[in-house]
């Protein structure tokens, strides 16, 4: 082997000269490159960091929501139990008070009976005995001083009205209305 002849000797020279710059230029680029990817990854850890705080914000604020939607349906509830034992009472009451209305109507339909009864029952106090009947033996009146129909009590014939005018039963005709 001889030994290389100077044309070879810059060919050469000139080979590594460029390859030279060549590695230089990719070192550069490769630099460069990873200069780009770690401000890449570092973005990323970033926007994971503050996406990682916003979902946790979002899920408090969601346990936070659910926490109060929970107290709040309980509250609801309780007060839908208590409108329902209100409502139980009331229609136990609208039941008692419809009987009693039933009642009333009753007596309200028997009013102008009684009325009628009392006053033939006043009628035929202030007529007395029969006369001419002959006397009893031992008396026997309707008219004796503990009766409430007794003569004596006849003006006083509110006491056995049912009506709220303590006129009317002088002013009024008994007998059955239609």
Avoid at 122 to 135: K, N, T, Y
């Amino acid at each position: 082997m001889s030994s290389p002849s100077p044309v070879q000797i810059r060919e050469a020279n000139a080979h590594l000269a460029a390859v030279h710059r060549r590695v230089a230029e990719l070192e550069q680029r490769l630099e460069a490159a990873e200069n780009t990817v770690r401000e890449q990854a570092e973005s990323l850890i970033r926007k994971d960091e503050q996406l990682r705080a916003a979902t946790q914000e979002i899920t408090e604020a969601k346990n936070k929501e659910i926490y109060y939607l929970h107290e709040k349906l309980c509250k609801s509830e309780d007060t839908i139990q208590r409108f329902q034992n209100m409502i139980k009472e009331k229609d136990a009451m609208i039941g008692q008070l419809q009987h009693r209305c039933q009642l009333l109507d009753n007596i309200c339909k028997s009013r102008p009976l009684l009325d009628s009864m009392l006053f033939h029952m006043a009628e035929a106090e202030r007529l007395g005995p029969v006369v001419g009947m002959g006397e009893p033996t031992v008396k026997t009146s309707l008219t004796d001083g503990e009766s409430n129909c007794s003569p004596n009590r006849i003006s006083n014939h509110k006491d056995f009205s049912l009506s709220e005018d303590d006129q009317e039963l002088d002013e009024i005709v008994f007998g059955t209305t239609v």
